[in-house]
């Protein structure tokens, strides 16, 4: 290994980089743990900011991409997401403005909804609608998109009689 800090906290950097992307935080906080100097962990986010390897934008555009699409997260789970990993919170919300305007959530909660409620056909009304509403707010979607899919869904679904 080489005796010089930076070099050491740059092969770390980059032995982490091969396994996933990180944001600055979250690779400065991986860094800190290794117990590099804070000075090189500085030059060592430096170089690899300039280099494109670490790039905050980037993630965060990936992560919401990834996070509508593949797991149907709202605008709020993926804000919260982002800035617990370390993004800036101007960034979070001009990334979520890009590519997840809020007329999107409404589609992704009826998506959802349609999905889930043949599951809930059996229950009682109220309780349907309980369990569906509560699905869809933790994936972190506005109460406006929730209800509204909650209603448009369940309508589709004959009732049990149970009532």
């Known amino acids: 290994m080489s005796s010089d800090p930076v070099s050491a906290a740059y092969l770390a950097a980059l032995r982490l980089l091969d396994r996933r992307r990180y944001t600055d935080h979250q690779l400065r906080?991986?860094?800190?743990?290794?117990e590099h100097a804070p000075e090189s962990i500085d030059a060592v986010l430096a170089r690899l900011t300039a280099s494109g390897l670490v790039d905050d934008r980037a993630y965060a555009e990936a992560y919401v991409r990834d996070g509508q699409t593949l797991r149907g997260h709202g605008r709020?789970?993926?804000a919260r997401d982002l800035r617990r990993r370390g993004i800036d919170r101007d960034v979070v919300e001009l990334v979520l403005d890009e590519?997840?305007?809020r007329e999107d959530e409404?589609?992704?909660?009826l998506d959802l909804a349609r999905?889930?409620?043949?599951r809930l056909a059996g229950l009682p009304p109220d309780q349907a609608r309980r369990r569906l509403a509560g699905y869809l707010e933790r994936r972190g979607l506005n109460a406006r998109a929730?209800?509204?899919a909650v209603d448009a869904a369940l309508s589709d679904v004959e009732p049990n009689g149970d009532e």
């Open 146 to 148: 929730v209800w509204a």
């Open 115 to 118: 999905r889930r409620a043949p």
């Open 106 to 109: 409404a589609a992704v909660a």
């Open 99 to 101: 590519q997840y305007p």
């Open 29 to 34: 906080t991986k860094l800190t743990e290794q």
């Open 76 to 78: 709020q789970r993926l």
